[in-house]
């Protein structure tokens, strides 16, 4: 079963908020990818997690806080985001990360509106 | 850097008619090349992975090429069908950097 389950669909929150953002994979994959994508524009990476430790941050404002509690959840924590963090943020999963990696698989994103 | 780039950037066919899309890119050292398909708001469903060391992948009505050398992938998707109609992308990993980097990707519309 290829399967990335994102959770929620959809979010609308406040500049002062916190919010989360999960999601979760049984496939047995080790890395997990956290990606954001404008309308009309490819996915950009934000993290990467290899085996529960984040191996890349793509250099992304600190309002927004990746964590992965065990092999299988990535959340994304946000705080004080601004409206141009409007987006659909997208998960993905792979057997392996770095150079050594096989597909990618994603989940049907979340689309988070900050007013 | 690897670029990668998708045209034409969109595309419209009649149902029956088969469908090429082209895929290329500026560094040849790569490891791997992904083709996924967008439907509006969702998710990027994953179609075809092709190894460096692959000249093509099938899977059903879909065929993907793979040409090193000259920079070019080219997914062909034969008797399209309304159902087709979807923002194709194509992703590849360099054998050197981590990154998938992605194409703009070309919207197909397939008239029934």
């Known amino acids: 079963d290829t399967e990335v389950t994102q959770t929620p669909k959809h979010l609308v929150m406040g500049m002062t908020n916190k919010k989360s953002l999960k999601c979760e994979q049984h496939m047995g994959h080790r890395a997990m990818y956290w990606y954001k994508q404008k309308a009309k524009k490819p996915p950009e990476l934000m993290f990467v997690y290899s085996y529960e430790k984040l191996s890349i941050n793509e250099s992304v404002p600190s309002r927004f806080s990746p964590e992965c509690p065990n092999s299988s959840l990535l959340n994304l924590h946000l705080h004080a985001l601004q409206p141009e963090d409007s987006a659909l943020y997208l998960c993905a999963s792979s057997f392996r990360t770095s150079r050594n990696t096989g597909e990618l698989f994603f989940g049907e994103g979340s689309r988070l509106t900050v007013l | 850097k690897q670029e990668v780039t998708q045209i034409p950037a969109a595309l419209s066919v009649p149902e029956g008619e088969n469908l090429v899309l082209n895929c290329s890119f500026t560094?040849?050292?790569?490891?791997?090349l992904q083709w996924f398909r967008q439907d509006p708001g969702k998710g990027l469903t994953s179609l075809l992975l092709i190894q460096s060391s692959q000249r093509e992948q099938t899977s059903g009505r879909l065929n993907a090429s793979l040409d090193k050398s000259s920079g070019r992938s080219t997914l062909y998707i034969a008797a399209s069908q309304p159902g087709d109609s979807a923002t194709y992308l194509c992703?590849?990993?360099?054998?050197?950097?981590?990154?998938?980097?992605f194409g703009a990707g070309t919207t197909v519309t397939v008239r029934a």
């Open positions: 992703a590849v990993r360099s054998s050197n950097d981590y990154k998938l980097s």
């Open positions: 560094d040849s050292a790569i490891y791997n």
